[in-house]
């Protein structure tokens, strides 16, 4: 039972476009979530966040955007740069539980130069 | 500069052995949390510990064991009772439970035959 899914393993862009990662999630008790950056034999290295009190939160070229309602979030990349190809993941965190993550399955993103 | 080490990178054990990998900080973080990443999958939290001498089972305890002696220190041992160990393993901290970015470790790619 996957609480938080990433329904596309992939994803292609073009460099200087906008690369668009979405992620849903069950739990309604998750009220944090996070996204992180993973390069191969490496681990993954935080990228940004949302409480879900806020619908948006942006930091340089990343957003993120959460829709309670829908029980979704995307992060926006714009522009996107070949540095960017890796691995994706979404996580989220309720009250309680000592904040445990429960992450997606990924999303590989390949900026195309 | 301060940091997650997990040491080894790669790890080779015969099956039947019990195998110990290591991790240690030293950013003075109060909790440490060990996940398993399989090929097309998310992290799953096998392990946690919110201070030193306390650690709680995770998602997927069955066939780990940790222990957390020392605040800098959260060894996991992966036993013979564990029916898949192959996978690799990642080692996060957070400056204390119930904070929400958690930081990782370069993982340790453990193949058992």
């Known amino acids: 039972d996957q609480q938080v899914k990433q329904n596309s393993p992939s994803l292609s862009v073009q460099e200087g476009r906008i690369s668009i990662l979405n992620c849903d999630y069950t739990?309604?008790?998750?009220?944090?979530f996070l996204w992180y950056k993973k390069y191969p034999a490496e681990g993954p290295t935080f990228l940004i966040s949302?409480?879900?009190?806020?619908d948006k939160n942006e930091d340089g070229r990343f957003t993120v955007f959460l829709n309670k309602s829908a029980k979704h979030l995307s992060l926006h990349i714009v522009p996107s740069q070949p540095g960017d190809s890796a691995v994706y993941f979404c996580?989220?965190?309720?009250?309680?539980?000592?904040?445990?993550?429960?992450f997606g399955s990924g999303t590989q993103l390949t900026v195309l130069p | 500069d301060g940091g997650i080490t997990q040491s080894p990178k790669y790890l080779f054990r015969k099956e039947g052995q019990n195998v110990t990998l290591s991790c240690e900080q030293n950013l003075n973080h109060d909790a440490m949390y060990w996940y398993r990443q399989d090929p097309g999958q998310g992290l799953r939290l096998i392990y946690y510990?919110?201070?030193?001498?306390?650690?709680q089972k995770g998602d997927i305890a069955e066939g780990y064991s940790v222990s957390r002696e020392k605040k800098e220190s959260f060894p996991l041992t992966v036993t013979s009772a564990q029916k898949n160990p192959t996978a690799f393993y990642l080692c996060a901290s957070s400056i204390q439970a119930g904070v929400y970015e958690q930081y990782f470790g370069p993982g340790t790619r453990l193949t058992v035959t």
């Open positions: 996580a989220a965190s309720a009250k309680g539980s000592a904040r445990q993550l429960t």
């Open positions: 949302i409480s879900s009190i806020k």
């Open positions: 510990s919110q201070i030193v001498n306390d650690f």
């Open positions: 739990n309604s008790m998750f009220d944090y």
